[in-house]
Structure formats: C-alpha cells, structure tokens
C-alpha cells in the first residue's frame, strides 16, 4: 500500500540554522500521526511543503505517491487542511466561505456541512470579521473535515476551542479515521497527541529527533512536584528515587522534577509525614528544554 506521506531528505533552508532540514520520514495509510515540538522547530514550514505552498531548498515530498510540488493540484484534491493561520475572508458569511471553497473542490454535501457547523456550534451565517478566534478555528475545521479526505492535515487544530469542542474535534477525528482517512497533526500538547495518536515525530530545530509510538512517550513525561512535610523531609531517599531530578529543599518543601511514573518517589516518601503534594504538567516547550538541555548546538545544515 501507497504510504500516505513519504519526505526524503526534505529540507527549507532560510539560513542562520532556521528552517527544515533532511527530514526523512513515511506516514502509513490510516494511521494518526502526531508532530511535536517547541516553538520555531519546523512544524509549520514541514506542514507548508507537504501542501506546495512553499519550495523546498532540496528534498522531495509525495502525498500518496504525487509530488508534493509538481503535482499540487492534484495532491490537494486528496487533501483536509488546517492551517495555523487562517486567511481574512473579510465581510463573507461563513457560508460564502464554504460555498466558496466547495465550489472549487467541485462541490460537497450541504448536509455534511450543516451536520458539522452543528456539532461544532459554528453560525455560518455571520460574516467572519465578526467571529471570535475560537469560532475562525471551528470553520477551519470545517472546511478541512466537509469533503471526506483522504488525508487530514491539521497544523494546531485545537487551538482556542474550548473543551467541548475540542471534544466534538476528536470525535470528527475519530470517524474519520474509521472512514479510512489518515491524520498527520501538529500540537503543543503532549496529552492531545498521546491521546489520538498512533506514532509521534519529534522535531527540534528543524531536524527530526525521532518518531516514537505511544510507549515510547513516557521518556518525554515530566512533572513538576512540591511536597510539604510535617517534619524534615526525607532528602537522601527522595534523591535515590527513580526519575527524580533537580530537588531543591526550602525548609519542610521539597521541590522536584519527576520523569516518568511516580511510584518510586511515592514508596521514598511514605510514612514520612506528607501534609501536602502539588504535581503539574511543564508546557511542551518547558519539557523539550529539559529533555534536550544537554545536546550540543545542532550544525547548519546549509550547502
């Protein structure tokens, strides 16, 4: 079978070490695949030559098996796109758009639409200067899920929805997958992927760190943790556990990272007098800082 998206040697050289470098990478048929990085990392320029809409320096890239470049036409015809930001439509109603945008595909199914808009709570008869942020994503979601592709390609697709919608978006994902369609993703959100996602690509600096299936993420996980005692606090066993980093004592606080899961801090401190303990998620920028700190600048890739 055909993979969905195949890159080879892929790579966007804006100079200074910015851009896309050598990403070799194959997305399979049917498969959800995530693609996490920080800021600036080459998410956005890889989604941007996936769809033709920028030149690489060197590298190609094929969506089912047509040249992401000589055939765009044709790719996008297969292709759902979310992009990380939307075009201005000005003073057209949402429903101008999505005619609009239907027509050139050659037309979509009316009750599609309606049945999406209603799920997702989107008014098309507004004009879109008059949406808020959150309702400009929910028609981008619509335009991208109305006409059954083949491929979903979707750069930040949860940004500004609520929770509910963002709910009502992975349940669009999910029947789209059952309808065979394949999903390749850009996030922020660690638990956004791993809980959609089959495999996972990890950019950093515009080169490919690695991809990872869904075990393999537990590497990535962190916690931020604070822990209040009655009395002294059990420094040396909290510093032997398992995953525990950077533990900083302030009195009867305990501040410390923990990667991974949180039983061998857990068996360390109990019986010890826990009065208090606080655990939070880093953003996904925090935890590829930490994840990466100790790799050496990456060369320019540049020829």
Do not use: W
């Amino acid at each position: 079978m055909t993979a969905a998206i195949t890159t080879r040697a892929l790579t966007k050289d804006y100079g200074m070490q910015r851009g896309l470098f050598d990403l070799d990478m194959e997305v399979g048929a049917g498969e959800v695949f995530g693609f996490l990085g920080p800021n600036g990392a080459g998410k956005t320029t890889t989604i941007r030559l996936l769809m033709g809409m920028i030149f690489p320096t060197r590298g190609s890239a094929q969506i089912f098996g047509l040249d992401c470049q000589r055939e765009a036409v044709a790719v996008k015809t297969k292709v759902g796109y979310l992009p990380g930001e939307l075009p201005q439509f000005g003073g057209l109603r949402g429903s101008e758009i999505v005619a609009y945008l239907g027509g050139l595909r050659g037309g979509v199914d009316a009750t599609r639409v309606r049945a999406i808009a209603q799920r997702l709570e989107l008014d098309l008869g507004r004009r879109y200067r008059e949406y808020s942020r959150g309702n400009k994503q929910k028609l981008g979601l619509l335009v991208a899920f109305m006409h059954r592709p083949a491929l979903l390609i979707l750069d930040e697709p949860t940004a500004s929805l609520d929770p509910l919608n963002q709910q009502t978006f992975y349940d669009l994902l999910s029947e789209s997958r059952q309808d065979g369609a394949t999903v390749f993703l850009s996030s922020h959100v660690l638990s956004e992927v791993e809980h959609v996602c089959d495999h996972v690509g990890i950019i950093r600096r515009g080169r490919l760190v690695s991809i990872a299936g869904l075990d393999e993420l537990h590497h990535l996980r962190i916690h931020h943790v604070e822990i209040e005692f009655a009395g002294a606090p059990p420094l040396d066993a909290i510093k032997g556990a398992e995953g525990v980093t950077e533990v900083r004592v302030d009195g009867s606080r305990i501040r410390c990272n923990v990667r991974g899961g949180f039983e061998p801090l857990l068996t360390a401190i109990a019986g010890r007098g826990v009065l208090n303990l606080v655990s939070e998620e880093p953003s996904l920028e925090e935890l590829f800082l930490s994840y990466y700190r100790d790799e050496p600048p990456l060369e320019s890739a540049a020829t």
